[in-house]
Protein backbone atom coordinates (compact mmCIF):
# COMPACT_ATOMS: atom_id res chain seq x y z
CA UNK A 1 0.00 0.00 0.00
CA UNK A 2 2.91 2.44 0.27
CA UNK A 3 2.85 3.45 -3.78
CA UNK A 4 -0.86 3.75 -3.40
CA UNK A 5 -1.35 6.12 -0.09
CA UNK A 6 2.17 8.17 -1.55
CA UNK A 7 -0.20 8.94 -4.58
CA UNK A 8 -2.85 9.41 -2.67
CA UNK A 9 -1.04 11.71 -0.04
CA UNK A 10 -0.39 14.01 -3.32
CA UNK A 11 -3.94 14.13 -4.59
CA UNK A 12 -5.21 17.89 -4.90
CA UNK A 13 -8.79 16.49 -3.94
CA UNK A 14 -10.40 14.64 -1.58
CA UNK A 15 -10.36 10.55 -2.43
CA UNK A 16 -12.73 7.84 -1.78
CA UNK A 17 -11.17 4.30 -2.14
CA UNK A 18 -13.81 1.68 -3.82
CA UNK A 19 -12.29 -1.87 -2.55
CA UNK A 20 -14.33 -4.36 -4.50
CA UNK A 21 -12.58 -8.23 -4.95
CA UNK A 22 -14.94 -9.04 -8.27
CA UNK A 23 -13.55 -5.57 -9.54
CA UNK A 24 -9.79 -5.73 -8.67
CA UNK A 25 -7.45 -6.58 -6.62
CA UNK A 26 -8.50 -6.90 -2.63
CA UNK A 27 -7.43 -4.97 0.01
CA UNK A 28 -7.22 -6.25 3.28
CA UNK A 29 -8.92 -4.80 6.59
CA UNK A 30 -5.12 -3.59 7.60
CA UNK A 31 -4.56 -1.99 4.25
CA UNK A 32 -8.00 -0.82 4.61
CA UNK A 33 -7.34 0.71 7.61
CA UNK A 34 -3.56 1.91 6.44
CA UNK A 35 -5.37 4.02 3.68
CA UNK A 36 -7.90 5.54 5.81
CA UNK A 37 -5.56 6.92 8.14
CA UNK A 38 -4.28 9.05 5.47
CA UNK A 39 -5.88 12.52 5.85
CA UNK A 40 -6.57 12.83 1.86
CA UNK A 41 -8.49 9.79 1.98
CA UNK A 42 -11.95 10.87 3.37
CA UNK A 43 -13.96 7.24 2.73
CA UNK A 44 -14.04 3.80 1.52
CA UNK A 45 -17.03 1.82 -0.64
CA UNK A 46 -16.50 -1.73 0.78
CA UNK A 47 -17.60 -3.82 -1.70
CA UNK A 48 -17.87 -8.30 -0.80
CA UNK A 49 -19.91 -9.95 1.36
CA UNK A 50 -17.21 -10.77 4.41
CA UNK A 51 -18.97 -9.24 7.36
CA UNK A 52 -16.38 -9.51 9.80
CA UNK A 53 -14.06 -7.64 7.35
CA UNK A 54 -16.78 -4.88 7.16
CA UNK A 55 -17.14 -4.84 10.61
CA UNK A 56 -13.45 -4.52 11.68
CA UNK A 57 -13.78 -1.70 9.00
CA UNK A 58 -15.86 0.19 10.89
CA UNK A 59 -15.06 -0.41 14.45
CA UNK A 60 -11.64 0.73 13.51
CA UNK A 61 -11.69 3.51 10.76
CA UNK A 62 -10.88 6.83 12.42
CA UNK A 63 -14.11 8.55 13.50
CA UNK A 64 -14.80 11.08 10.83
CA UNK A 65 -14.20 8.30 8.28
CA UNK A 66 -16.66 7.24 6.04
CA UNK A 67 -17.54 3.19 5.54
CA UNK A 68 -19.88 2.73 2.72
CA UNK A 69 -21.04 -0.38 1.96
CA UNK A 70 -22.42 -1.75 -1.12
CA UNK A 71 -24.82 -4.69 -2.46
CA UNK A 72 -28.50 -4.79 -2.41
CA UNK A 73 -28.88 -7.38 -0.08
CA UNK A 74 -26.62 -5.99 2.20
CA UNK A 75 -28.26 -2.74 3.41
CA UNK A 76 -29.22 -4.22 6.61
CA UNK A 77 -25.85 -5.24 7.75
CA UNK A 78 -24.00 -2.86 6.57
CA UNK A 79 -25.19 -0.49 8.61
CA UNK A 80 -26.17 -2.26 11.57
CA UNK A 81 -22.47 -3.03 11.34
CA UNK A 82 -21.74 0.29 11.79
CA UNK A 83 -21.24 1.97 7.97
CA UNK A 84 -22.32 5.23 7.62
CA UNK A 85 -23.90 4.80 4.45
CA UNK A 86 -24.93 2.09 1.44
CA UNK A 87 -24.78 2.19 -1.99
CA UNK A 88 -25.92 -0.03 -4.73
CA UNK A 89 -27.69 0.13 -7.88
CA UNK A 90 -30.61 -2.68 -7.06
CA UNK A 91 -31.57 -0.37 -4.80
CA UNK A 92 -32.70 2.00 -7.16
CA UNK A 93 -35.87 -0.22 -8.08
CA UNK A 94 -37.35 0.70 -4.88
CA UNK A 95 -35.30 3.27 -2.67
CA UNK A 96 -38.86 3.64 -0.81
CA UNK A 97 -37.52 0.22 0.89
CA UNK A 98 -34.13 1.22 1.48
CA UNK A 99 -34.90 4.75 3.15
CA UNK A 100 -37.66 2.86 5.30
CA UNK A 101 -34.90 0.20 6.29
CA UNK A 102 -32.36 3.03 7.20
CA UNK A 103 -35.10 5.01 9.32
CA UNK A 104 -36.50 2.11 11.04
CA UNK A 105 -32.61 1.15 12.13
CA UNK A 106 -32.60 4.80 12.85
CA UNK A 107 -35.65 4.30 15.56
CA UNK A 108 -34.01 0.72 16.57
CA UNK A 109 -36.81 -0.90 14.95
CA UNK A 110 -34.68 -4.02 14.07
CA UNK A 111 -37.69 -6.11 13.17
CA UNK A 112 -39.01 -3.65 11.11
CA UNK A 113 -35.53 -2.93 9.33
CA UNK A 114 -34.91 -6.94 8.65
CA UNK A 115 -38.32 -7.15 7.47
CA UNK A 116 -37.39 -4.15 4.72
CA UNK A 117 -34.23 -6.17 3.58
CA UNK A 118 -36.12 -9.43 3.12
CA UNK A 119 -38.54 -7.61 0.50
CA UNK A 120 -35.82 -6.42 -1.16
CA UNK A 121 -33.33 -9.45 -1.13
CA UNK A 122 -36.69 -11.48 -1.78
CA UNK A 123 -36.94 -9.15 -4.78
CA UNK A 124 -33.42 -9.64 -5.93
CA UNK A 125 -33.30 -13.07 -6.25
CA UNK A 126 -36.34 -14.02 -7.23
CA UNK A 127 -36.52 -11.61 -10.51
CA UNK A 128 -35.63 -12.83 -13.72
CA UNK A 129 -32.02 -12.49 -14.20
CA UNK A 130 -30.74 -11.38 -17.97
CA UNK A 131 -27.70 -12.87 -17.99
CA UNK A 132 -25.84 -10.15 -17.20
CA UNK A 133 -22.85 -10.20 -14.86
CA UNK A 134 -24.78 -7.59 -12.95
CA UNK A 135 -28.45 -6.68 -11.89
CA UNK A 136 -28.57 -3.27 -13.75
CA UNK A 137 -30.38 -4.19 -16.68
CA UNK A 138 -33.00 -5.86 -14.65
CA UNK A 139 -33.09 -2.43 -12.09
CA UNK A 140 -33.47 -0.63 -15.05
CA UNK A 141 -36.67 -2.94 -16.50
CA UNK A 142 -38.63 -1.81 -12.51
CA UNK A 143 -37.30 1.87 -13.29
CA UNK A 144 -39.21 1.87 -16.59
CA UNK A 145 -41.90 0.03 -15.46
CA UNK A 146 -42.45 3.06 -12.82
CA UNK A 147 -42.19 5.13 -15.58
CA UNK A 148 -38.38 6.72 -14.82
CA UNK A 149 -36.51 5.75 -17.55
CA UNK A 150 -37.06 4.19 -20.70
CA UNK A 151 -35.92 0.29 -21.37
CA UNK A 152 -32.38 0.45 -23.04
CA UNK A 153 -29.19 -1.43 -22.05
CA UNK A 154 -26.06 -0.62 -24.05
CA UNK A 155 -23.97 -3.88 -25.01
CA UNK A 156 -22.85 -6.08 -24.24
CA UNK A 157 -25.59 -6.14 -21.65
CA UNK A 158 -29.23 -7.64 -22.70
CA UNK A 159 -32.56 -6.60 -22.01
CA UNK A 160 -35.34 -8.17 -21.12
CA UNK A 161 -38.40 -9.66 -23.18
CA UNK A 162 -41.66 -8.91 -22.46
CA UNK A 163 -42.01 -12.03 -20.47
CA UNK A 164 -39.38 -11.39 -18.14
CA UNK A 165 -40.86 -7.79 -17.96
CA UNK A 166 -44.63 -9.34 -17.10
CA UNK A 167 -42.82 -11.26 -14.30
CA UNK A 168 -40.86 -8.59 -12.97
CA UNK A 169 -43.50 -6.54 -12.96
CA UNK A 170 -46.29 -9.46 -11.25
CA UNK A 171 -42.95 -9.90 -8.49
CA UNK A 172 -42.78 -6.44 -7.58
CA UNK A 173 -46.74 -6.36 -7.34
CA UNK A 174 -46.98 -9.04 -5.30
CA UNK A 175 -44.18 -8.55 -2.91
CA UNK A 176 -45.61 -4.54 -2.89
CA UNK A 177 -42.01 -3.42 -3.73
CA UNK A 178 -42.92 0.22 -4.20
CA UNK A 179 -45.69 0.97 -1.36
CA UNK A 180 -47.65 4.21 -2.07
CA UNK A 181 -48.54 5.30 1.21
Known amino acids: TKSITQEMLASP ?4 V ?3 ALRGIALSVDQMLEIASHPNVV ?6 SNLAEIQRLCLF ?6 VMTAGGGQIFAGLALGATA ?8 APERAFALYEHLQAGNLAAAR ?12 MPKLGNREVCAEVKVVLHLRGVI ?7 FHTATTAQQEEI ?8 LYPTG
Open 150 to 156: QPYVSAP
Open 18 to 20: YNN
Open 61 to 66: APPDFT
Open 169 to 176: SRLADELD
Open 86 to 93: HTAAPLLA
Open 115 to 126: AEQRTILDFLVR
Open 13 to 16: VPIV
Open 43 to 48: AIKAGG
